[in-house]
C-alpha cells in the first residue's frame, strides 16, 4: 500500500524500519494526505540531487516518523519547535537545505510564535505546513485551524465564533510580514492541485537553493480519521468546507526581487569571539587531579534542599571549580516557581573523561539540605555511594547501611560565623576534603561565580575552611 502512494523515489529509503516486521508501510491512515506531500517532496529531492545536503525536521504530529522515510538527514524536534532547530541547523550549515514539515496543530498552535519569528527573520529556510485542520495523532482535538462549527474532541458542539474565534490563516498571516520571500496554499485533493502543489514544493525548495530566502507552502490535506469522513467522500468534504476558508493561491512571491544571499560558512574561532565580545578569558589553572584510580573519582553529584539554601549556587561552584581543574563538568539546575521556600536541586557531574548525559538518575553523592530532600533521594544513591547532611536542620539519622554518611553541622558552623546562609559553602568544605575530589583554591576561585556582593567571599573562605576541618 505504502509503496504504492510513496513509490520508491530515492528520497525515501528502500525500507521502512518503524517496526520490526513491517518494513513496507507507512504508520499513516488510509486517504492520509501526508502520504501524497511526502512523495512530492522526495521526488524533488531526488530531481535536484540534494539528498546528501538535506535535513528534514520533523514535528510533534502524525508526521513525527517521517524520519523513518526520507533517506535524508533527519531531526525530530519538540512540539512547535522545528523552525528553531531548523534555523540552528542552517545557520551552522549553511549550504545545507532545511526542511521544517508540521501540522496545524504544531506549528499555529503551540509553535505559533517559532514560526512566525522565524517567518519575520526571513531565515533562508523552506516550511512545508500541512493544514488538515484537526489535531490527528493527537486524538481529533480542534486546532488553530478547524473550521467553523467543525465538531471535534475539543468542540463537541461545533467551533464556534464566541468561544474559539475564527479559523487562523496562516499563510495570510505570514505572507503580511516583510521576511518571508514566498508563501503560498494549496491543496491535494485532485489531480490537478496535486500537480500545482508539486510546483509549489519545488519553488520553495528551489527558493532555498538559490538564496533567496524564507519560503512556506501551505498545503490543505486529508485527515479522514480525524474528520470522521469516509476515504471515498473526503475529497469533496475538502473542497466543500476547507476551500470557502483556506483560498489557494500565491499570497507572497519576491523570489524575482530578492538578491540571493547566503551565510557564511564557519565558526570564526573562540580568539575571534572572544575579540569581538571585548572578553578575556583566562585560562584554567591546572590543579592536580591524581584522581583516576580514587572511589571518589568522575562523581555525579546531586545536592538537594530548599530554595533561598544556596543549593544552585553550591553546584554551580562545583562545576566552576571542576572545570578550574581541567575536569569536564556539567550542571542542571532543577527548582519550583517559589522564589524562597519550594524544592531546590541540581545535578552536577564532574568528570576526567566527556561527560554523555548531564542527568543524574542514581547520583555517587547527594549533599542533602533538608530532610524531604535527604528522604526523597538517598533512594536513588548507588550502593557505596556517599551521603552528606546537615545534621542541624536534619534530625533523623540515615537508615542506608549500604552507603558512606558523614553528617555536618553545617547551619550552625554557618551560623557562627555570622551568617546561615554559608551553609553550603561548608557542605562543600566537608565534600572536598573528605574526597580530595577538588582543591581549595578551585573552590575559593570559583567563589566569585557566584557570590555577587564580593565582601562575602573571605567569610566564605572560612566557611569552606571549617567545613574541611570536618570533611575527613
Ligand atoms: S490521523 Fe489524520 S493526519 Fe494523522 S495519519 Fe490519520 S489521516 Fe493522517
Known sequence: MAKTILGNEKGFYETFYRKPGDNENTHYCPGC??????????????????????????????????????????????????????????????????????????LAAIGGNNILQAANRGEPITVFFVNNAIYGMTGGQMA?????????TTTPYGRSQENEGPPMKVAELLSQLDGPTLVQRTAVWDNKSIAKTRIAIRNAIKCQMEGKGFSLIEMLSACPSGWKVDTTDQYDWMQKNMAPYFPLGVFKDLRKEREPWFRKKGDPGKEAILKELDLKREEPTAFPAELSDSKYSNPSIKLAGFGGQGILSAGAILANAGMEQGMHSSWIPSYG????????????????????????????????????????????????????????????????????????????????????????????????????????????????????????????????????????
Request: glycine letters at 8%.
Open 33 to 106: 494526505g501526508h502520504g501524497i506531500i511526502h512523495k512530492l517532496i522526495a521526488e524533488a529531492i531526488e530531481d535536484f540531487d540534494i539528498a546528501d545536503r538535506t535535513i528534514f525536521v520533523s514535528p510533534v504530529g502524525c508526521s513525527v516518523f517521517a524520519y523513518y522515510y526520507f533517506a535524508a538527514g533527519n531531526i525530530q524536534a519538540a512540539h512547535g519547535r522545528a523552525p528553531a532547530i531548523a534555523t540552528a541547523v542552517k545557520r551552522a550549515n549553511p549550504e545545507a537545505i532545511v526542511i521544517s514539515y508540521q501540522g496545524d496543530g504544531d
Open 144 to 152: 488553530p485551524t478547524s473550521l467553523p462549527g467543525m465538531k471535534t
Open 337 to 472: 516557581p517559589e522564589m524562597r521556600g519550594g524544592t531546590a536541586y541540581c545535578f552536577v557531574n564532574l568528570s576526567e573523561h566527556e561527560i554523555g548525559s548531564p542527568t543524574v538518575s542514581h547520583p555517587d553523592v547527594l549533599l542533602a539540605f533538608n530532610r524531604p530532600s535527604m528522604e526523597k533521594f538517598v533512594a536513588e544513591l548507588k550502593p557505596g555511594a556517599l551521603l552528606i547532611y546537615d545534621s542541624t536542620i536534619i534530625d533523623v539519622k540515615p537508615t542506608r547501611e549500604d552507603i558512606e554518611i558523614i553528617a555536618v553541622p553545617a547551619t550552625e558552623i554557618a551560623d557562627e560565623l555570622g551568617s546561615t546562609r554559608m551553609a553550603n559553602t561548608v557542605m562543600l568544605g566537608a565534600y572536598i576534603a573528605h574526597t580530595g575530589i577538588l582543591s581549595s583554591e578551585a573552590i575559593e576561585q570559583s567563589l566569585p561565580f557566584t557570590l555577587k556582593r564580593k565582601n562575602l567571599i573571605e567569610a566564605n573562605r572560612k566557611a569552606l575552611a571549617r567545613g574541611m576541618e570536618i570533611g575527613p
